[in-house]
Nanobody, 118 residues
Framework: QVQLVESGGGLVQAGGSLRLSCAAS????????MGWYRQSPGKQRELVAE???????NYADSVKGRFTISRDNAKKTVYLQMNSLKPEDTAVYYC????????????WGQGTQVTVSS
């Protein structure tokens, strides 16, 4: 059974940092893209960042220069380093893997809450 398990969420003050991790089990995703989405109350789920199997990255404009996505294929883990956090970054963050199309992914994690206080 394939699982993506996120960790590292929590409560942080504005301007602070958090590092999210997503560990995959059940199969390797070294040949697949992986990504992070987020969803806050009343809003649609949005792409935060994604990384290809060649480690080419793509970011939402709202997080460029503040967030960094990376992957460690040996550990089957993808990371999201979040710096200079803002209250508007508050959301549930979801890990994704194995991209099927521009907006469709085969696997999703259960999500981890990130709350940024002002």
């Amino acid at each position: 059974q394939v699982q993506l398990v996120e960790s590292g969420g929590g409560l942080v003050q504005a301007g602070g940092s958090l590092r999210l991790s997503c560990a995959a089990s059940g199969r390797t995703f070294s040949g697949s893209a992986m990504g992070w989405y987020r969803q806050s109350p009343g809003k649609q789920r949005e792409l935060v960042a994604e990384i290809t199997m060649f480690s080419i990255t793509n970011y939402a404009d709202s997080v460029k220069g503040r967030f960094t996505i990376s992957r460690d294929n040996a550990k089957k883990t993808v990371y999201l380093q979040m710096n200079s956090l803002k209250p508007e970054d508050t959301a549930v963050y979801y890990c994704t893997a194995d991209k099927k199309s521009k907006t469709t992914w085969n696997y999703w994690g259960q999500g981890t809450q990130v709350t940024v206080s002002s």
